[in-house]
């Protein structure tokens, strides 16, 4: 068994979408006002569209029983958190050294947090 696609529910679609590939860099498979998805390796990220959380934007930075918090991977940390900074994208969590790898934590338009690390080297 292994994981095929994790939905992500977002208050405004277009700017979802724009957000996760303009500034993510994501790879758009499809869009929709309701459905859009992403290509990301073996698994599938997916923007459904839903009504917003109620509460401040940003609330979801801590993890809450019942969330989901996509997990990205990139090759160069420090590159990928210069244009997300660049972005004006809220950083919660600088790049540091985390569970063994490095590791830092974002929050798109809904204010649901990406935790983003950086691919680990074979030694």
Known sequence: MQLGYAIVMVGDMHRSVAFYRDVVGL?????????????TGAAT?????????????????????GQCRPGLTT???DAFHARMVGHGVR???????????RLAQ??????LALSVSEARRPR
Do not use: I, N
């Open 27 to 39: 790879e758009l498979r499809f869009e929709s006002p309701h459905w859009s998805e992403f290509a």
């Open 45 to 65: 990220l997916a923007l459904h569209h839903a009504d917003p959380p109620p509460g401040p934007a940003g609330s979801a930075a801590r993890p809450v029983a």
């Open 75 to 77: 090759d160069d940390l």
């Open 91 to 101: 950083c919660v969590q600088k790049p540091e050294m985390e569970f063994g790898t």
């Open 106 to 111: 974002y929050l798109d338009p809904d204010g």
